[in-house]
């Protein structure tokens, strides 16, 4: 594969990557109320998440979605249901005082990234971007070596960019300005992820 091909896709992924979504809100919200190693770690899962959906892609599970219908229905009733949860966690603990990262144990690593794998790996936006986009950007003649660096480089587009996401909002201003409107913000996030929630399970 041309270099000059693998440079193109990487960017037409993150340009995807950057567009706002529920990953990004979820991002947000943990680095300002958990701090920047939990939204780290969720940002690692982001990436996984993204790999698994590339490397699913690379293998045909777009054709298998195109063959099996009810398939890429029951993905997005899932998603969209696991996107609603996470917004009826957010309405409950809208009023809860934010933790002091400093003393208050964040939640654990693994479930940090758990967290953010599930987020990405049951939100169908990467499956229709890596099943058509992507699909259709990558060689017929791609080698073996070719695939697993694109696979690699999906996963670290996605991570450097939530890490990025993760640094600005969990710096003290950024804190403190999200501390003083927590309750109507996590109110306002959990709304946008509801919508996000029944936007694709309906659609």
Excluded: Q
Aim: charged fraction near 10%; proline fraction near 5%.
């Amino acid at each position: 594969m041309a270099l000059s091909v693998f440079i193109s896709i990487g960017l037409i992924h993150l340009l995807a990557a950057v567009s706002p979504g529920p990953t990004f809100v979820l991002c947000l919200r943990t680095a300002a109320t958990e701090g920047f190693g939990t939204a780290a770690m969720l940002s690692i899962g982001y990436g996984l998440g993204a790999m698994l959906w590339a490397a699913g892609a690379m293998a045909g599970l777009a054709l298998l979605f195109e063959l099996i219908p009810v398939l890429f229905v029951g993905l997005k009733v899932i998603g969209g249901l696991f996107l609603i949860y996470l917004a009826h966690l957010m309405f409950r603990n809208a009023k809860t005082p934010m933790p002091d990262v400093r003393t208050d144990a964040p939640r654990s690593r693994t479930a940090a990234i758990r967290m953010g794998f599930l987020a990405f790996a049951t939100n169908p936006k990467p499956a229709v971007f890596f099943g058509a986009v992507f699909v259709g950007l990558l060689p017929n003649d791609a080698t073996v070596l070719s695939r697993v660096l694109l696979v690699a480089l999906i996963g670290a587009n996605e991570i450097l960019w939530y890490l990025t996401v993760a640094r600005v909002f969990s710096l003290p201003k950024p804190r403190a300005l999200y501390a003083r409107v927590k309750t109507s913000v996590d109110r306002v996030f959990g709304t946008l992820i509801a919508v996000f929630g029944l936007k694709i399970a309906l659609t």
